[in-house]
């Protein structure tokens, strides 16, 4: 059975960070993209960070960018959200989600076919 854990999530104050980890069991996704989403009370599901299979291309909304970083340890058959500059804004549920085809650049939620359970992240001013 395939597994998406995502951890890491809290609470914390406007310009303060935090680093989610979401780690993969039961398969490896070593040519798969993945990426991060997060949801806030009352919103639609919004894609926040992907990462192509090898790492080599990372991409964001403006939203994040230049605050958020995606990175993936493939021995460890995991994927990371570094999180700066947080804002009240950001506050939402995080989900780690994983691509079954090989070798695209994926950002819309029908692209992924795994994903987690969810971290919450509180962000107060």
């Known amino acids: 059975q395939v597994q998406l854990v995502e951890s890491g999530g809290g609470s914390v104050h406007a310009g303060d960070s935090l680093r989610l980890s979401c780690v993969a069991s039961?398969?490896?996704?070593?040519?798969?993209?993945m990426a991060w989403f997060r949801q806030a009370a009352g919103k639609e599901l919004e894609f926040v960070a992907g990462?192509?299979?090898?790492?080599?291309?990372?991409y964001y909304p403006d939203s994040v960018k230049g605050r958020f970083s995606i990175s993936r340890d493939h021995a460890k058959n995991m994927v990371s959200l570094q999180m700066n500059s947080l804002k009240p804004e950001d506050t939402a549920v995080y989900y780690c989600?994983?691509?079954?085809?090989?070798?695209?650049?994926?950002?819309?939620?029908?692209?992924?076919?795994?994903w987690g359970h969810g971290t919450q992240v509180i962000v107060s001013s």
């Open positions: 989600a994983a691509d079954q085809e090989v070798g695209r650049r994926p950002s819309r939620r029908e692209e992924f076919s795994y």
């Open positions: 039961g398969r490896t996704f070593h040519g798969n993209a």
């Open positions: 990462i192509t299979w090898n790492g080599a291309e990372t």
